[in-house]
C-alpha cells in the first residue's frame, strides 16, 4: 500500500511563497509521474501540475503557470510544489497524487489517471 503525506501548507499573505512537500512510502516512487490537485471550498478539485516520472516536462495549469513550480527528488521519494506570487483564489486543499501507470511519457490532467493520492494540506492567501 502506498502512502502519499503532504505537508507545509499553511497561512500565507498575498504575495508570498510556500512550498508543500509529498513524501511517498514505497521506493516505486521513481517510476510514476507525480501530480499536485486542489480543491477550494465548494469547488470541483482541479488539476494544478505534474512531473514525469524522470523529472522532465512539468505541465502546469494556465492559472498557476509562472507562479508555481514542481520539483522532485527520487532518493527521498519527495515532490515538491513551489508556490510563489500567491493569490486569494489560491486558497485551497492541495493534494499529491500518483499516476497509475508506471514509465508513463505523458502527463494527465485527470484525477482518474491517478490511483494514490495524499490527505491534503490546506494553503489559505489571505488579501
Known amino acids: 500500500q502506498v502512502q502519499l503525506v503532504e505537508s507545509g501548507g499553511g497561512l500565507v499573505q498575498a504575495g508570498g511563497s510556500l512550498r508543500l512537500s509529498c513524501a511517498a512510502s514505497?521506493?516505486?516512487?521513481?517510476?510514476?509521474?507525480m501530480a499536485w490537485f486542489r480543491q477550494a471550498r465548494g469547488k470541483e478539485r482541479e488539476f494544478v501540475g505534474a512531473?514525469?516520472?524522470?523529472?522532465?516536462?512539468?505541465t502546469y495549469a494556465d492559472s498557476v503557470k509562472g507562479r508555481f513550480a514542481i520539483s522532485r527528488d527520487n532518493a527521498k521519494n519527495t515532490v515538491y510544489l513551489q508556490m510563489n506570487s500567491l493569490k486569494p483564489e489560491d486558497t485551497a486543499v492541495y493534494y499529491c497524487?500518483?499516476?497509475?501507470?508506471?514509465?508513463?511519457?505523458?502527463?494527465?490532467?485527470?484525477?482518474?489517471?491517478?490511483?494514490?493520492w495524499g490527505q491534503g494540506t490546506q494553503v489559505t492567501v489571505s488579501s
Open positions: 497524487a500518483r499516476d497509475r501507470r508506471e514509465y508513463y511519457s505523458y502527463i494527465s490532467q485527470s484525477e482518474g489517471s491517478y490511483d494514490y
Open positions: 514505497v521506493g516505486t516512487f521513481s517510476m510514476y509521474a
Open positions: 512531473i514525469k516520472w524522470n523529472g522532465g516536462s512539468p
